[in-house]
């Protein structure tokens, strides 16, 4: 599915159906290196190349989180805007699993599925999104995760 505008009408009925995949994005040893620095977390594993490749890993690996902070970029090209929205912002995570590694120079996407829309309060709705993020050429996933969102309209 294209990125779109619809009615609130319109997010309901998409309940239960994908929502589309996002553009590949590349993790580069640079996007690793600096996601270390801004989190303070430089693990060996994340960071030095040469220790990296003695490991299982056979060289470096980007942090769970930093795949996982990606989600925000991967949904602006795939979750539908509300006719009148005025905010979009994260509420939580419900489960989250890393299930395989990213390696530096991989390429990762998020496929979007619609578990679920409610209405929270007035104007306020709830989107539940049951979300993968693929490995290109790599049969088990980097992560999935059920992902909650809060739409004010």
Same mark, same amino acid.
Do not use: C
């Given at each position: 599915?294209t990125?779109?505008?619809?009615?609130?009408?319109?997010?309901?009925?998409?309940?239960g159906? =994908?929502?589309?995949?996002s553009d590949?994005?590349?993790?580069?040893q640079?996007?690793?290196? /600096?996601? =270390?620095?801004v /989190?303070?977390?430089?693990q060996?594993?994340?960071?030095?190349?040469?220790?990296?490749?003695q /490991?299982?890993?056979?060289?470096?690996?980007a942090?769970?989180?930093?795949?996982?902070?990606?989600?925000s =970029?991967? =949904?602006a090209?795939v979750?539908?805007?509300?006719?009148?929205?005025?905010?979009a912002?994260?509420y939580?995570i419900n489960?989250?699993?890393?299930?395989s590694p990213?390696?530096?120079?991989?390429?990762?996407r998020?496929?979007f599925h619609?578990?679920?829309?409610?209405?929270?309060?007035?104007?306020?709705?709830?989107?539940?999104?049951?979300?993968?993020?693929e490995?290109?050429?790599?049969?088990?996933?980097a992560l999935v995760?059920?992902?909650?969102?809060?739409?004010n309209v």
């Amino acid at each position: 599915m294209t990125k779109n505008t619809l009615s609130i009408e319109q997010l309901f009925e998409l309940q239960g159906k =994908a929502l589309g995949s996002s553009d590949w994005i590349a993790i580069e040893q640079t996007m690793i290196n /600096t996601f =270390a620095d801004v /989190t303070l977390d430089r693990q060996f594993i994340h960071v030095d190349e040469e220790a990296a490749r003695q /490991t299982p890993f056979g060289g470096t690996i980007a942090h769970g989180f930093l795949t996982l902070s990606l989600l925000s =970029a991967m =949904a602006a090209q795939v979750i539908p805007t509300v006719q009148g929205q005025q905010s979009a912002v994260n509420y939580g995570i419900n489960n989250l699993r890393f299930i395989s590694p990213v390696h530096s120079g991989k390429r990762v996407r998020g496929h979007f599925h619609l578990k679920n829309v409610s209405e929270k309060n007035k104007g306020v709705y709830q989107l539940i999104m049951e979300v993968t993020i693929e490995i290109e050429n790599q049969a088990k996933p980097a992560l999935v995760t059920e992902w909650l969102t809060l739409v004010n309209v």
